[in-house]
Structures are given as C-alpha cells and as structure tokens.
C-alpha cells in the first residue's frame, strides 16, 4: 500500500488543513496571477476537503474539485450544499486524469504533485496541459526545495501541540532524489498516539522548467510567496504560473 493509501484521512485535517485566514491569502494570490475571466471553469486537483474550490466557487468560478478520497469529497459536498454552491465533485486518482482542453484553470495547490515516480509526475503534469483549453494557466504551488534543505539543517526533528493534540514530525530530504521523507506521530491528550508517513518528490526549478515544457506549457510567472515576492533563495514557496499556446 502507497503512504498516500492512507495519509489523507482526519488527522490530515489536523497536520495541513490551512486556517481561513489563510485561506483568504491564497485566494488573494490566485486573483492576482490567474486573469479575471467571468465564469471561468476551474479544475481544483487534489481539492481535499475542498476549501479552495468553495471559495472559487464564491468568485462565480465554474469548479470541477477532483481527489480520490471519498472521505475528502464528502466534506465538500456537505460545505458546498450548506452554502448553496454548485461544485462538481469527481472521485479520481489524478493520474486518471483525461479532459481534453476543458479548464481555463488548473490548480495544483500546496504540495499537491510530486506523489509518485518521476514519469508517473510527468503524465500527470502532461494530463494537466492536456485539460487546459489554448492560453489557458496551470498554477503548480510547491515549498521551494533549497529553502526545505535549509531548514531541514535546523528542524529535521520538531514538536508542535495543536488542537489538543501533540505532534511530532520527522524529516529528511535526500538531494540525490529529492524527495522528501516525512515520520508523523499524533498524540491526542489522553489518548494513544497515531503514526503517518508520507514521500514526496520536490523539484529545483531547472527541473520543473523542463517538464512543463515537455507537457507543452510555458512559464509566464513565478512567485516565492503568496504575496508575490520573487522567488529566491530562501522563499518559502516555489509558485509556477504556466499557459498553454
């Protein structure tokens, strides 16, 4: 069984799940780097619980949310009738994925890509491009593999107490692969402790420049931050607008 088999169920909620606040930050962000274009139809892969896509549905968006977890999608579609929002929610591994030039948009929001092998990324970005409609934008949002070598120098090991719950996370990234190997333990006060792993591959930005343009896409921006900033050395994010000629 693959980590991801079993990682995003409830305690993922608890380890990644953003607050509203930031929420609202990234929303800001994706107005700013996607073009306003009145009822564009959005792909949100890898939705989750589906906070983004509620609130791009919110902006008049047309939102397909895509995950292959039923429990995820449950969430969702339970959000979106309270809120009365009309969202397409499709249970599917990504690696499925098979529109033909039917998005404006397509998100691949925090850490979403990189699951799996290096060919299997591929034809999971080149499925992405192949759902785009001509001058349509794929925003790819990754933590910045240089600065995750950095810190991993100073909190390959760290405690963190949330929500009742105490957790303790365990990283490496290996620089010959690039992936990034995570241990989690969750403790809930007075109960037993959980134990999650997950693997996921980061990509240096000459890598992932090659690969979008081997799945037909050009690089049109990229941001350091969702506010924008350049993408340097020591950014938190490596946030990758491309489009479709």
């Not at 499709?90 to 979403?112: C, T």
């Not at 950095?150 to 690039?178: N, Q, V």
């Not at 340097?232 to 607008?241: D, E, H, K």
């Amino acid at each position: 069984m693959a980590w991801y088999d079993d990682y995003f169920e409830d305690d993922y909620l608890l380890l990644e799940e953003p607050t509203d606040v930031e929420t609202l930050g990234h929303i800001a962000f994706l107005r700013s780097v996607l073009p306003g274009r009145t009822q564009a139809r959005v792909l949100d892969l890898a939705c989750g619980s589906g906070r983004l896509s509620l609130a791009m549905a919110r902006l008049g968006w047309r939102v397909t949310a895509l995950d292959f977890k039923e429990s995820m999608l449950r969430r969702g579609r339970e959000m979106a009738e309270k809120a009365g929002l009309a969202i397409d929610f499709i249970l599917q591994d990504m690696r499925k994925l098979n529109y033909e030039a039917e998005f404006d948009f397509v998100l691949s929001f925090l850490h979403s890509f990189g699951y799996f092998r290096d060919e299997e990324n591929l034809r999971v970005l080149s499925a992405m491009a192949r759902a785009l409609k001509p001058g349509g934008r794929l925003l790819l949002d990754l933590a910045n593999r240089d600065t995750l070598l950095t810190e991993l120098e100073k909190h390959a090991r760290r405690w963190i107490y949330r929500s009742d719950h105490y957790l303790l996370f365990r990283r490496d990234l290996d620089p010959l692969t690039g992936r990034l190997d995570s241990k989690i333990t969750v403790i809930p006060e007075g109960g037993l402790a959980r134990h999650h792993s997950s693997s996921v591959r980061y990509y240096t930005y000459p890598e992932l420049k090659g690969m979008l343009r081997q799945a037909g896409l050009k690089i049109v921006g990229i941001h350091g931050g969702y506010d924008r900033t350049p993408c340097a050395w020591g950014s938190p994010r490596m946030l990758v607008v491309a489009e479709k000629g």
